[in-house]
């Protein structure tokens, strides 16, 4: 009797945790169906305007950039790791971490950044001209870097190190008796690593440049500083331009069923291939390079580096330092307080939310469960801006709603409750940064045995107590690296900050973005440094784990 009584408590409390991870997901998920919902409304004649005018040009801009970013990572990132990964050459332990540095750098700021050196004024283009004698801009030709493709390297030099690490995780895990059997059938390590190591790699190759093609489209400062219309800067203009908020909604619909196709189609051209690797513990003997082949491995591996993060530190720093008093007036404190006050309410709430769906997949691993987990945590792939139509539209319809109400009833305006609110911007960043904080909490509940549990339930214990008094106390490296990575995310967010974010309320982020959009980098720069300095923090912690894993 008393332990069907138990079982039915058991039932019920699983039960509970079951309705509350199916309720945060569809909160969670209302966004993106706010979104696709738009594509049923009626606004034909501003959609007509847009396809007519602008809207191929949006489609035309979106996958040329993807197309070279697409390119251009994925060279650099297989390139880089397998040189470092399975060659020795000088210098190549070092490269092995500093190659992953670009992270920490957004793509605006590069943009910022490179514009200010190779402008005509800048330092690049004068010394040509000192140099040379030339007088005049049509005395000599110098690349646009305002341009599609200018973008599309700043995307390709900041999102490389996504295919850089999961590419060289997959041939650090790649059988040694595979690439043993290749030489011992006369493959040179060029063969090697075309016929045997790069297949093998496939998917964790895909699975990087898929992150890396996520961020192209969610990017907006650098194609709007560079002036490239994409989607994204198109949703903010048919938004704040146009003030046609249901034709931004569709724009925003139509983009987010163009990610939607990509992510089925990159699961189509799978198919039905198996990628199997027999395990074997021993090291890969590496390739000792020597002579000209050590240098282009090393040309190759220091140039994205150079250009991805020390030319643009060195640039921002020498700025900060000359400048800096300007560069860190009282407005940067104040900007500065402000994001890290909405990076910390984020990183928390996402730790919390994260716990509770990571919690509630391991009390119950359902197809249910795990579809509602999936759904939670699909945010990241949707673009920022995306994010933003599909809260601002319904908390706009929401407040409305309850205004005119108030008016009706009682003769009092209650204007906006959440629109334009800090809860609005939370809310954004949750929905886009949730699956780093599930993710990490998630694979750091794997790591703890089953047996725990059942200890604890035999000592009296339920589902919640369990997890306050055993999984939080050992979870407390995963939920640092969540917070981490949370917090950084949000500080280098931009799309969604300027469509939500309340009055008067600018962070480290929109006020680089406005300084640098009215050529005041010199102002920006301490600004521009302080991302860029603490978007080094996870970047330290995935070199301190991958030279531990070595």
């Known amino acids: 009797m008393q332990i069907s009584r138990a079982r039915e408590t058991r039932r019920s409390r699983l039960s509970a945790w079951t309705i509350v991870v199916i309720a945060i997901a569809v909160l969670i998920a209302f966004p993106i169906f706010a979104v696709l919902s738009g594509l049923f409304a009626d606004a034909r004649s501003v959609w007509q305007h847009l396809a007519s005018t602008v809207l191929t040009t949006y489609i035309t801009n979106s996958l040329y950039l993807m197309l070279a970013v697409a390119l251009g990572v994925t060279i650099i990132g297989t390139g880089t790791a397998w040189l470092v990964t399975m060659c020795r050459f000088p210098g190549s332990r070092i490269l092995t971490w500093a190659l992953l540095l670009p992270l920490a750098a957004p793509a605006y700021i590069l943009a910022y950044t490179y514009t200010d050196l190779l402008e005509y004024f800048g330092i690049v283009q004068t010394t040509l001209r000192s140099w040379f004698g030339w007088k005049t801009a049509q005395e000599y030709w110098f690349p646009n870097v305002r341009s599609l493709w200018g973008a599309a390297v ?192 984020a990183a928390l709430v996402a730790i919390v939310v994260g716990i509770i769906l990571a919690y509630g997949l391991r009390l119950d691993r359902s197809l249910m469960m795990r579809g509602a987990t999936y759904i939670a945590s699909m945010g990241y792939a949707i673009p920022g801006s995306v994010i933003a139509v599909g809260i601002l539209v319904p908390l706009g319809l929401f407040d409305n709603a309850i205004d005119g109400w108030m008016r009706s009833t009682f003769n009092y305006s209650t204007g906006l409750l959440l629109s334009g609110t800090m809860f609005a911007l939370v809310f954004a960043y949750l929905v886009r940064f949730l699956a780093l904080s599930f993710n990490s909490i998630d694979a750091s509940l794997a790591n703890i045995k089953p047996s725990l549990d059942d200890a604890s339930r035999s000592l009296g214990f339920g589902a919640t107590n369990t997890l306050f008094r055993v999984h939080v106390p050992l979870l407390w490296k995963g939920v640092l690296a969540a917070a981490i990575l949370v917090f950084v995310d949000v500080m280098k967010e931009l799309s969604a900050t300027l469509i939500i974010r309340p009055f008067n309320f600018d962070t480290l982020a929109v006020h680089v973005f406005n300084l640098a959009s009215d050529e005041r980098l010199t102002e920006a720069s301490g600004s521009a440094l302080a991302i860029v300095l603490v978007g080094l923090i996870p970047v330290i912690l995935l070199s301190w784990q991958m030279e531990q894993k070595r």
């Open 154 to 345: 700043m995307l390709i030099l900041v999102l490389y190190p996504y295919v850089y690490l999961l590419a060289r995780s997959a041939f650090l895990s790649q059988s040694v008796c595979t690439l043993e059997a290749s030489r011992s059938l006369g493959c040179s390590p060029w063969q090697s690593f075309r016929k045997v190591a790069l297949p093998l790699a496939r998917p964790a190759i895909v699975a990087g440049l898929s992150l890396a093609l996520m961020e192209t489209l969610n990017d907006y400062a650098t194609v709007q500083f560079f002036e490239v219309s994409t989607f994204t800067t198109g949703i903010y203009r048919t938004w704040f331009g146009m003030g046609e908020r249901l034709a931004a909604t569709q724009l925003a619909a139509f983009l987010l069923i163009f990610i939607f196709v990509l992510i089925w189609l990159e699961q189509l051209s799978r198919g039905r291939v198996q990628y199997y690797q027999s395990s074997n513990s021993s090291p890969v003997q590496k390739y000792q390079l020597r002579g000209i082949r050590a240098i282009v491995a090393i040309v190759f591996c220091i140039i994205p580096l150079f250009l991805g993060f020390l030319i643009p530190a060195g640039v921002l720093l020498n700025m900060t330092l000359e400048n800096w008093e300007d560069a860190f007036d009282q407005r940067f404190w104040g900007f500065a307080t402000n994001s890290l006050t909405v990076s910390g309410i």
